[in-house]
Every structure is written in structure tokens, then in C-alpha cells.
């Protein structure tokens, strides 16, 4: 008697009696997977190709170093993440119960290949990365970045120029001590040239962030903070406050300006005919809270010897330029041309330019 031949289903599961056929891929779910990810790499080359995405376009050493350091903190994390995520995939597929190929062994528990594989490549990428991190830290620490002292830098030689920072609600005023000027918001800087910022604010916390050019860097009231980075190419960039402390912040922001040594030279030299001045009476005024809707940019001349430090000062002596309470409570309105500041701004304790 010779043996019946094997049903259907049991030819397409390989003799498995009780097992479903194992269904394949269709020809129209594989075009609809390359399409989505052909679209999806187009949207994210879009994305790259933009002009206006600052932080992978840098224009100094040390945006560079951290746009590198971004680069591979990233990818290590995929390199992790990727295979993992595809092997669990993989396994999913495989041992799935209707379709899967895996022998089922009850017995097993251990395999050192896999407990290696699994413990080993993380922890080589983890040290890796803490190698990598200590020495990337070091280059952009905001303190002294290593990438402009660093001997293969041709500009790291050259005569450092210092720029005092503070902040105020909602505005950004740049002092040049050694010239005795000052620049409210907007920076202008030689190119080619170390900048060193020393940073403060006369009111509540915020952050410094020149994305093509330096990192994000906390300014805190009645702290000083510092930054540095060098511009290697002529050019504007934008500046801006990049966390939250109020209604002003969306217009918190500062065009960065970076000149040919001659031309930063001539700036400077017409600085010091700015009709206004800048002493501790005229600081008051400027910190006055204020909301810079216009981009107003603002001169002085003559500014007096120590205001950094003796604004530093009076902050961590308990002296707050404190915001009127009409500068807080539904300013949105009053800034697109709703309801008129209060009393408040008559009397010039808040402004709205």
C-alpha cells in the first residue's frame, strides 16, 4: 500500500501537521515599504539641504566640534539601537508561531556567543563614548574651548577680543570694555579673531546660543558664565535667548555680525561718536522691562569703567530689576495691537518698541 501523498498544507509547512502555510511578502506590500521609505529619506534630505538649519552649517571651530560631537554621539546610539531593534524583528519573524521556522527547545538557557554579544558590544560603545565624550568636552568647554587654543588652529595666536554680556528683560546690551563701547542687541565681532564673552544677567536666568558659532550657554543673575568661539567666515548669524523667561522672549534675539579685521576696526573707531553714553544711571534705564518687537538696535559711547561687574554685584546683593506685572499677564495682546500698556509705561517702567 503505498502512502497517501501530504495535503497541501502540510507540503507548504514542511510536513507540520496543524501549522499554517508560511505567507510571503506580496508583490504590492513591498512597492508600498519602498515607496514610504524613498519618501521619508526625501524628507529628511529636504530637511538637511535647508538654509536655515543652523546648527549643521557651522561657521566656527567650535559649532564644528559640536556638530561632530552630535554626529557620533548619534551614531553610536544607532549603532545599538539599529541592530537591535532589526534583530528583535528578525526574531519576531522567525519564531513567530503561524509561520516560523525556529525548533522549539524547551531545554535551553544559556549560550555564551549571545551573553557576550550582547553585554560586550554595548559596553565597548559606552566606553567609547565616554572616551570620546571627556575629549569633546574639553574641546568646546565654554571656559576655555581647546579648539581655539589648539596648536593646528592658524587664528589661536592672535589677540583675543573681550565682550561683556548681560542680559535683561527682554533684551541683549554687548560691552566692549577695552574700547569703552557698548551694542545692544547686535554683536559685531572681527573674523578669524578668539572672542571671549564673560556673561550675566540683570534678571532672571536665560541662554546665550549663536548655533553656527558657539553653544548654548546658561546666563544666570548674579553669575557670571563664559563663553568663547572664533568666526571663520564673514557673515551674518543669528543670536537668540533659547530658554523661556517671558513674554519677551520671542523677540529676544541678536544678529551676530562678523567683519574683516579692517572693517571691525572702522566700526569700532565710529562707535566711539555714539552720542549716548552708558553709566550706572543709564544702565537703569535700559533694563527697564522692555519688549524689542522692532529689532531696535541701540550705541553708546563712553561706557564707565566696572558696569559688568557692578551689575553682577547688585544682583547677588539682592537688587532685582523686577518686571511690572503688566509686562506678564496677557502681553500678546498688548504687543499685536490690543489694549495700551498701563500706567506703568507712561510712567517709562516698561516699553514696548
Not at 534583530?87 to 522567525?94: D, K, M, P
Not at 574651548?145 to 554680556?165: E, H, R
Not at 540683570?202 to 548674579?222: C, E, H, K, N
Request: glycine letters at 10%.
Amino acid at each position: 500500500m503505498t502512502a497517501a501523498p501530504p495535503a497541501p498544507s502540510e507540503r507548504a509547512t514542511g510536513g507540520r501537521p496543524g501549522l499554517s502555510p508560511r505567507p510571503g511578502l506580496s508583490p504590492h506590500l513591498c512597492r508600498g515599504l519602498a515607496r514610504a521609505a524613498v519618501l521619508a529619506l526625501a524628507a529628511l534630505c529636504a530637511g538637511c539641504s535647508t538654509a536655515g538649519f543652523w546648527l549643521i552649517h557651522p561657521a566656527g571651530p567650535v559649532a564644528a566640534a559640536e556638530l561632530q560631537s552630535w554626529i557620533v554621539d548619534t551614531g553610536a546610539t544607532f549603532l545599538v539601537i539599529g541592530p537591535a531593534t532589526l534583530l528583535v524583528l528578525w526574531a519576531i519573524w522567525r519564531y513567530h508561531r503561524r509561520y516560523g521556522r525556529g525548533a522549539y527547545v524547551p531545554g535551553w538557557s544559556h549560550s555564551v556567543p549571545l551573553e557576550a554579544t550582547f553585554w560586550g558590544a554595548p559596553l565597548l560603545v559606552v566606553i567609547g563614548l565616554g572616551v570620546y565624550a571627556t575629549h569633546a568636552s574639553f574641546q568646546t568647554d565654554p571656559s576655555g574651548p581647546g579648539v581655539l587654543a589648539a596648536a593646528s588652529n592658524p587664528d589661536a595666536a592672535k589677540q583675543a577680543v573681550t565682550i561683556d554680556v548681560i542680559t535683561t528683560d527682554w533684551q541683549w546690551l554687548f560691552i566692549y570694555p577695552d574700547r569703552h563701547i557698548a551694542l545692544a542687541n547686535e554683536l559685531v565681532i572681527p573674523v578669524h579673531t578668539p572672542v571671549r564673552f564673560r556673561l550675566t544677567s540683570a534678571t532672571v536666568a536665560t541662554d546665550f546660543f549663536i548655533p553656527q558659532l558657539a553653544g548654548q550657554i546658561d546666563v544666570m543673575p548674579g553669575m557670571r558664565t563664559w563663553q568663547g568661539l572664533i568666526a571663520n567666515r564673514i557673515g551674518s548669524y543669528q543670536g537668540f535667548a533659547s530658554d523661556y523667561n517671558g513674554p519677551g522672549f520671542s523677540w529676544m534675539r541678536f544678529q551676530t555680525r562678523v567683519l574683516s579685521a579692517a572693517d571691525f576696526a572702522s566700526w569700532a573707531a565710529g562707535m566711539t561718536r555714539a552720542p549716548a553714553h552708558l553709566d550706572d544711571a543709564a544702565f537703569l534705564r535700559f533694563a527697564a522691562p522692555t519688549i524689542n518687537t522692532h529689532d531696535t538696535t541701540m550705541r553708546f559711547s563712553d561706557v564707565q569703567d566696572g558696569l559688568f561687574d557692578r551689575v553682577m554685584d547688585n544682583v547677588m546683593m539682592g537688587r532685582i530689576y523686577e518686571t511690572p506685572s503688566g509686562m506678564t499677564e496677557k502681553k500678546s495682546h498688548d504687543i499685536n495691537g490690543g489694549r495700551q500698556p498701563g500706567k506703568a509705561a507712561a510712567a517709562g517702567q516698561d516699553h514696548i518698541r
